[in-house]
């Protein structure tokens, strides 16, 4: 295994209330003992606490991200939605965008190019979802459906340093299933050739997501061009989270 800055992101989804910060102790103390170890951890819960968690990983190096933002960059009448300039303010310095639960609900490739653009703009780094359904791996549409999603979520956009691109496939999400390391290599290889080819930004991360747990964590670390992962259902526990990041410095 390589030497390089891996990102382990915690997403919450819609789980979690203010007696879970407790749970987050233990991760903390984890990476204060392994600072010289080169992970970044990112915790993505939802609305409600990040306010709190912006408290509680305060004088840590624990990162701070929420799951979605709104597209306009101005407060205005959008009842029930929050924007990236809220989400700045509050401390986060993360967001999620185009994640598959969302995009599930209607989020189109422009509309996930807008917020992707808000996010950037309020100087927030935008962890970018892309990734396939079940439907369209047995139809062989996988790469078709990779590339446009890629080159619509980011077009116009200037900063690429900003980005961290998660391919998460659709049916890897809660399932259990995780892909073949071929399968994979083959889809972040096409990844990378996309955004060289048709970017001009070979160097954005690319971390995986879908059903990472510690069992298959190690045969995934095997993946050099794996940059991180993002990490749902697992990450609610902490010490599963903890072991993760473990058996990944082994
Ligand atoms: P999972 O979720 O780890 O529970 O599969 C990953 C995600 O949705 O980001």
């Known amino acids: 295994m390589t030497n390089k800055l891996r990102y382990f992101i915690a997403n919450w989804k819609m789980y979690g209330d203010i007696m879970s910060l407790n749970s987050i102790d233990k991760v903390i103390k984890f990476t204060r003992l392994n600072k010289k170890k080169k992970f970044k951890l990112i915790y993505c819960p939802p609305y ?11 004088n840590t190096n624990i990162g701070l991200g929420a799951q979605n933002c709104h597209s306009e960059n101005d407060y205005g009448p959008y009842t029930g939605y929050i924007n990236a300039k809220m989400i700045k303010k509050i401390g986060a310095n993360y967001v999620i965008v185009g994640h598959s639960e969302n ?63 998660a391919y998460e496939p659709v049916w890897s999400i809660g399932t259990g299933i995780v892909p073949t ?8 290889n096409f990844i990378k050739h996309i955004l060289k ?29 794996i940059d991180g992962y993002l990490v749902g259902g697992a990450s609610q526990n902490s010490k599963k989270f903890i072991d993760i990041v473990k058996k990944s410095f082994i």
Do not use: D, W
């Not at 409600?48 to 305060?58: D, E, M």
């Not at 996010?119 to 459906?145: D, P, S, W, Y």
């Not at 390391?181 to 972040?188: A, V, Y």
């Open 181 to 188: 390391n071929l399968e994979l290599i083959k889809n972040i």
């Open 103 to 165: 995009r599930s609900y209607g989020e189109s490739n422009l509309l996930i190019n807008k917020k992707i653009k808000s996010a950037i703009k309020n100087k927030l780094n935008v962890i970018f979802c892309i990734g396939e359904t079940i439907v369209e791996k047995k139809k062989k549409h996988t790469f078709r459906v990779i590339k446009s999603q890629i080159i619509k979520g980011l077009s116009g956009v200037k900063y690429f340093n900003k980005i961290i691109i």
């Open 48 to 58: 409600t606490l990040l306010y709190s968690f912006s408290k509680k990983i305060k």
């Open 197 to 225: 080819k048709n970017l001009k930004a070979p160097r954005i991360k690319i971390i995986y997501g879908g059903s990472v747990n510690p069992n298959n964590v190690m045969n995934l670390n095997l993946i050099n061009s």
